[in-house]
């Protein structure tokens, strides 16, 4: 059974993590496994090595990390992978996070998933407080999905959805632009996913990792993609924010939301709010940069909760501008060597 760890400092002491350029870090984002049971192209190779069981943060350790950051000012938590939901007894963490919802220290609780085992979780995950999940989901043909995840089956996602919905999550879908492969259905998709009430964004391919070769071949700009949308849809910007990197605007014909994240063609590291923690306790505090900071090692020390209070301080000291992603370089080497399911999606 898990057992929730004993606090080092209590929230009400704890000075807010503000880092060098006064942005106060609100939002964390944590991969629990390295492991997916899909191969999505532009995110793992087909022949995975993965890490072993030794290397990765246990649940306890999880929660101890987590509860760090909202005592220091964390006010949304996404969880994320690989496929967060294939972890064993990944319920058990959100049974535990639940309670920082029902302390009202965070605002939200959700996760990142490729929906492959939301039929089976979506009840337990509304029980623990989850109110809304991201679903990746970045074409709506069951041979070309077969083709980009590799090992997906598309029905099986959209049961998933579907369950979701039925337990009360709000379901978001998130799909890359891809060039040359679904840049033909990006429409479809806005309404495909607003006739079943769920919002959708849109995802520049971003320069990670060394698999799916030269990405000037997949990059295809957000400004462009905006634009055919205009040709059938009347687009209004909004004003809103989730919390996130996406700019949003609203469907006319639909009444929807279709969001836009551009890494590459416009920068929006000037709000940037949020850290990544990979499944082996890796802090980056960039997406774009290679700097990180070891929390594995202050959670494994003697004195856990001072070493890590320590370390996740230091580490946001440290917090770069911005990152240095830019559309083109993306057929050179890319910028960031790690693949994105070794940060977590």
Known sequence: ??????????????????????????????????????????????????????DLLTLEELDRLCTAFVERGTRKLRITGGEPLVRRDIMQLFGKLSRHLGSGALDELTLTTNGSQLARF???????????????????????FGVITRWGDFDRVVDGMAAAQRAGLKVKLNAVALKGVNEDELADMVAWSHDRGMEITFIEVMPLGEEGGDRSDQFLSLEEVRSRLGERFSLSPLAVSTGGPARYWRVGETGGRVGFITPLTHNFCESCNRV???????????LGQNDAADLRAALRSPDPDAALEAAIAEAISRKPKGHDFVADRLAAKPRVARMMSTTGG
Do not use: H, W
């Open 122 to 144: 979506a009840e337990e995950l509304a029980g623990c407080g989850v109110r809304r999940v991201n679903v990746s989901l970045d074409t709506l043909d069951p041979a070309k």
């Open 276 to 286: 990544r923690v990979t499944c082996t306790g890796t802090l980056y505090m960039c």
């Open 1 to 54: 059974m898990l057992q929730m760890p004993a606090s080092g400092f209590a929230a009400a002491e704890a000075a807010p993590l503000i880092d060098p350029f006064g942005r106060a870090i609100t939002y964390l984002r944590v991969s629990v496994t390295d492991r997916c049971d899909f191969r999505c192209v532009y995110c793992m190779s087909e022949q995975m090595q993965f890490l072993p069981k030794r």
